[in-house]
């Protein structure tokens, strides 16, 4: 799996976009880029994914660079339902477990 | 919207107990996951299960561990003889699909704790 580097932590104004980085320079072609998240020990939830188009869900929009080494995960209007750890994972498709690392620790402000 | 249940919440056991965590997975998945978490550390795999079998499983999974899916529904994790180091969130997963992403939805968990 390409290692992925997240930094530890961000804090956020709430009513403001979140933008969280994710460094994956290992990335292989055929790797996706998850993104999930982790409210205070609930089991994780899937946000969005993306290979090398910039993807957008009702949840939140992925930015991939054009060389893939990197992307950005925007919470457009972060709420203080949205203070969770972030998780950037880069994986293959198909049936393979999730590999966790230790996220960013997101703190949506009031 | 379809969301995969875990039982019980919390469960709490001596040590050298046996314990079965429950899982009923989404109704249409086919691929289903165990991960657990100890206390303020990452999200660990544990086992994938598909067809009936095991596909895949990490060094955690020893032989104190067991999955089932006894019936069309639920998904068990046994653990025979349960140690101190047992104790953590157990996640349960289910997934669609093969091929294309690898979009998993997890349970609520099950707080495992042993005394």
């Known amino acids: 799996d390409a290692k992925t580097t997240q930094p530890p932590s961000m804090d956020c104004a709430e009513g403001r976009a979140a933008n969280l980085p994710c460094n994956h320079s290992t990335i292989s072609g055929n790797e996706y880029v998850y993104w999930y998240r982790q409210i205070h020990s609930q089991g994780p939830q899937y946000i969005i994914h993306g290979l090398k188009n910039n993807e957008t869900n009702e949840m939140a929009s992925l930015i991939i660079t054009e060389d893939r080494k990197s992307s950005t995960l925007i919470l457009p209007h972060a709420t203080l339902r949205d203070t969770a750890v972030y998780y950037c994972?880069?994986?293959?498709?198909?049936?393979?477990?999730?590999?966790f690392g230790a996220g960013t620790t997101v703190t949506v402000r009031a | 919207e379809p969301e995969v249940t875990q039982t019980p919440s919390h469960q709490v056991t001596q040590m050298g107990q046996e314990v079965i965590l429950r899982c009923v997975p989404i109704?249409?998945?086919?691929?289903f996951y165990w991960y657990r978490q100890i206390l303020g550390q990452k999200v660990e795999f544990l086992v994938s299960?598909?067809?009936?079998?095991?596909?895949?499983k990490s060094e955690i999974f020893d032989d104190q561990f067991s999955v089932e899916r006894p019936d069309g529904s639920n998904f068990t994790l046994k653990i025979r003889s349960t140690k101190l180091e047992d104790s953590a969130m157990y996640f349960c997963?289910?997934?669609?699909?093969?091929?294309?992403?690898?979009?998993?939805?997890f349970g609520p968990g099950t707080r495992l704790t042993v005394l």
């Open positions: 997963a289910s997934r669609e699909t093969s091929g294309g992403y690898n979009e998993q939805f």
């Open positions: 994972i880069v994986r293959v498709g198909g049936d393979y477990k999730l590999s």
């Open positions: 109704s249409n998945h086919l691929y």
């Open positions: 299960f598909y067809n009936n079998e095991i596909s895949e």
